[in-house]
């Protein structure tokens, strides 16, 4: 069978490394971006599997439509939802357009294109998911000042991770692999259409996120964390968040009682 996967966000960064990985292994693509040209120059480049180029922004309901319906239509073997937009502000800061821009971008795109994509994938007993977050999703109960001002992207990011765990549970068994890939700063553009120079910021390179996320798609992992050494920590985390679900009851805490 023919490996096809599609990658969104794939002019450049993570989805550019996934989209040059996955043509030198053989895949056949389906390639997203706002960038038309890039993709026409990605697909020109590499006459040696056949790709498609789908030019849509994931930031609108427009955009989502055109990538559902082509990744409800297409045989995919593997989805890579990589798209990605961070507005760093304070929250009270945020405008309204941009809150749902990120919203659309990191919750509600992987969201739909994965629904669209996992009837296939059943039918045919086999597929790959891979939602790209970044470890920011545990950066939740940081002190002020250890992180830049990142609300909605960070919640975006924490969202991804429990619904991969949560949609990897729901279809084991189906022959379908679900990944939540948990990078940390990464050399690419994403920063810069931010403001931000993190030039003096040691960071992993965009084709080491892509080689862990591969590798750890061979190890079973449903979370990647391409920095982190020690997966223990990731263990300990998720068996603590684990513990307090299985940890409540139906009667008020003590705390909360009247003294």
Known sequence: MTELALVTGATSGIGRAYAERLAADGHDLVLVGRRRERLEEFAAAHPEVTVRTVAADLSTPEGIDTVAR???????TMLVNNAGVAHYMPFAELPADRATELVHVKVLAPTLLTRAAIPGMRERGTGTVVNVAGMIAFGGPAPQGRLPHRV????SLAYLVAMSQ???????????????????????????????????????TAEDVVTASLRGLDLGETVCAPGVE????????????????????PELATRYRAA
């Open 70 to 76: 082509t990744a409800a239509a297409e045989p995919l």
């Open 152 to 155: 909605v992207y960070g919640g």
């Open 166 to 204: 949560m949609l990897g549970t729901e279809l084991a068994g189906t022959g379908i692999t679900v990944q939540v890939l948990c990078p940390g700063v990464v050399a690419t553009e994403f920063h810069e259409r931010q403001g931000l120079d993190l030039s003096a910021v040691p960071r992993m």
């Open 230 to 249: 020690d997966t223990g920590l990731l263990d300990a985390a998720f068996r603590a968040g684990l513990a307090a679900f299985e940890g409540q009851s």
